[in-house]
């Protein structure tokens, strides 16, 4: 279950607030998977029908009593909260509970740092968890700190010194989300000049998104073994929430010579800490430029139409609208009486670890982003020899006639390589 048996894991107990919200018990259920997630094992589970929090305890005085004798019963080291919770209500029941309390953004915010691979994953991660450190800075800690420097004076002077040193910090969390930001700008320009020379070339792009752990990579690895470039570079899949957090790009060539790039992204999650949507804003970025989105729905899992609302609100509030979609329903294999590959116009149902369903995907991936494609015939000079062996290499060949006049090809050309062979198209 784990990949080091060895690796202690810490016990937890989760705990929720029921709104009378229909997601409620969704949420509850992607808790426990975040905590599995970050090596946390859940024993128990403690919720309150509460229309809004408790401002000082989160839960009612009763329940936080509750909650206090669940914590010694179970002998748990952490309770983990459904939301996000102020520093006056961490404080508070860590106090009243005698447990260490961790809410759901701290937790995913655990699980992204864990996972971050690439510099500009740890990037983002770093100022998502500076973003959330900053309100939750402590005066009487750092009052403690400028008395332990040999700060000396009354009360009055400890305390502005105290409120001083908080400021220092705050100053400094600032700053370096600045020097943070400066460097994923540098990184940015680098990734939108690629994205430059890739549009110059016409090629087209495809995102998978989704829920997490909904098979996005798994697909892509299924693609790249079969019309990868370079089939050795397939991306990290497991079944684990956030087995993705970057995004990875491979270009697909098909057998007929058209090709296009197919972006792995990071996976969401409902009640994604704001910090994170702002700071993953240019791990996205693919998506927000893709000529087609591709979104990979868990359909084994019972609350995939949830996991569906809850992409739907993540693309809205990254920005990403107007992009032609594929609906993908996947792990269809693990759904009884299920026929799959099945198709009903741009939703598809199949399962990743199938060719027949894969090729079911390439042609209705092909049908959007190859629809202004256009077939014509270019009658080639002989003395033009050069231009045949280009369009062998780099379109889709329908068929060769040699005439006296020279070589007759039909072809499927971009709407770039029209207007490169304009002067050679015959009726």
């Known amino acids: 279950m784990y990949d080091n048996e060895l690796e202690p894991i810490t016990k937890v107990l989760l705990v929720g607030l029921d709104n009378q919200?229909?997601?409620?018990?969704?949420q509850m259920t992607e808790l426990a998977n975040l905590a599995q997630a970050n090596r946390l094992e859940v024993v128990a589970t403690l919720t309150q029908k509460l229309d809004r929090p408790n401002s000082a305890t989160y839960f009612g005085k009763g329940k936080v009593d509750e909650l206090k004798d669940a914590v010694e019963y179970h002998g748990v080291e952490m309770v983990v909260a459904n939301d996000e919770l102020s520093p006056s209500q961490i404080r508070n029941l860590e106090e009243r509970t005698g447990s260490k309390i961790m809410d759901r953004t701290?937790?995913?915010?655990?699980?992204?740092?864990?996972?971050?691979?690439?510099?500009?994953?740890?990037?983002q991660v770093q100022i998502a968890q500076l973003q959330y450190q900053l309100p939750r800075l402590r005066t009487s800690m750092n009052l403690r700190l400028d008395q332990q420097t040999?700060?000396?004076?009354?009360?009055?002077t400890s305390r502005?010194?105290?409120?001083?040193?908080?400021?220092?910090?705050?100053?400094?969390i600032q700053h370096q989300i600045s020097l943070l930001r400066a460097e994923i700008t540098e990184i940015e320009a680098d990734d939108q000049t690629r994205r430059a020379q890739r549009d110059k070339q016409n090629i087209?792009?495809?995102?998978?998104?989704g829920y997490t752990n909904a098979g996005k990579s798994t697909i892509m690895n299924g693609l790249v073994k079969r019309f990868g470039e370079n089939q050795e570079k397939t991306v990290f899949q497991a079944?684990?929430?956030f087995a993705t957090l970057e995004t990875s790009v491979r270009k697909l060539?098909?057998?007929?010579?058209?090709?296009?790039?197919?972006?792995?992204?990071?996976?969401?999650?409902s009640n994604l800490p704001h910090g994170l949507v702002a700071a993953f804003r240019a791990t996205l970025a693919e998506a927000a430029q893709a000529d087609l989105l591709v979104q990979v729905v868990d359909y084994a899992d019972e609350h995939f139409r949830d996991m569906m609302e809850t992409t739907a609100k993540t693309l809205k509030e990254i920005g990403v609208g107007d992009i032609p979609m594929l609906t993908i329903y996947n792990k269809a294999d693990l759904r009884e009486d299920t026929r799959y590959p099945d198709r009903d116009g741009d939703t598809l149902i199949l399962s990743a670890h199938e060719d027949t369903s894969l090729d079911a995907l390439v042609t209705a991936v092909r049908q959007h982003i190859f629809a202004d494609f256009i077939d014509t015939a270019l009658l080639i000079p002989f003395d033009k020899g050069a231009l045949v062996s280009e369009l062998n290499e780099q379109a889709t060949v329908r068929g060769i006639e040699y005439l006296e006049e020279g070589t007759l090809?039909?072809?499927?050309?971009?709407?770039?390589?029209v207007a490169r062979f304009e002067g050679y198209q015959v009726d």
């Open 21 to 26: 919200s229909q997601q409620f018990e969704y």
């Open 106 to 123: 701290a937790l995913i915010l655990d699980i992204f740092a864990s996972r971050a691979k690439t510099r500009l994953a740890k990037l």
């Open 150 to 156: 040999g700060g000396g004076g009354g009360s009055f």
């Open 160 to 172: 502005g010194a105290g409120e001083t040193k908080l400021e220092l910090n705050r100053r400094h």
């Open 204 to 209: 087209k792009n495809v995102a998978l998104v």
């Open 239 to 241: 079944d684990m929430l």
């Open 253 to 269: 060539n098909l057998p007929d010579n058209q090709s296009f790039l197919l972006s792995d992204t990071v996976g969401f999650v």
């Open 409 to 417: 090809m039909h072809v499927t050309l971009t709407p770039v390589q």
